[in-house]
């Protein structure tokens, strides 16, 4: 999805909360180390430390679908994710004082089910301590929970095939050459 996210520098935004005025509109995927922050600001931003929250309303996918993106391409060491006010993923513990940030990844995926009109707001909080960036890590891709699920598998799958072939190659000539 190729659009401005809001983006609140230093705090965490409550997904309830509608009425807080973003600090900036954010293209993702990008680093805050370089976004135009305040002097006090950028200082912490430009090693990669600090944390924010990142929001986004998506409009016109299909009601009351399941849809699902990786998580391992959103955050560097530590974040949550809410569906409108449902936490649907949570990957470490992110502090809004980023010192405090305690790192986790893992490669998974979070779910997420639109509303009756094919609505959904996703607010993302990030905090990062010790990692070189810091904000949005990749492109943010969504698709069907369902297509996700058996494109993943036939990833996998086809890396299966691809290491025991390259495997095979390997052990192959240790019974035909004597060493």
Request: hydrophobic share 35%; with cysteine.
């Amino acid at each position: 999805i190729e659009t401005k996210w809001d983006f609140y520098w230093g705090k965490f935004v409550s997904p309830l909360d509608k009425t807080s005025v973003p600090d900036l509109q954010v293209t993702v995927p990008g680093e805050w180390n370089k976004y135009n922050l305040p002097a006090d600001a950028k200082a912490v931003a430009k090693k990669g430390d600090g944390s924010g929250t990142y929001r986004l309303t998506i409009t016109n996918l299909k009601p009351d679908t399941e849809y699902a993106f990786p998580v391992f391409e959103v955050f560097y060491t530590a974040g949550k994710i809410f569906a409108d006010d449902k936490l649907i993923y949570q990957c470490g513990q992110p502090a809004e004082n980023w010192e405090e940030t305690k790192s986790e990844q893992y490669c998974d995926k979070a779910v997420f089910k639109t509303d009756t009109n094919g609505n959904v707001t996703l607010t993302i909080y990030i905090s990062n301590n010790f990692y070189r960036k810091g904000g949005f890590r990749g492109e943010f891709k969504i698709s069907e929970n369902e297509y996700y699920t058996k494109s993943l598998n036939r990833t996998l799958v086809a890396y299966s095939i691809f290491t025991g072939l390259l495997l095979l190659m390997i052990l192959l000539p240790y019974p035909i050459f004597d060493f």
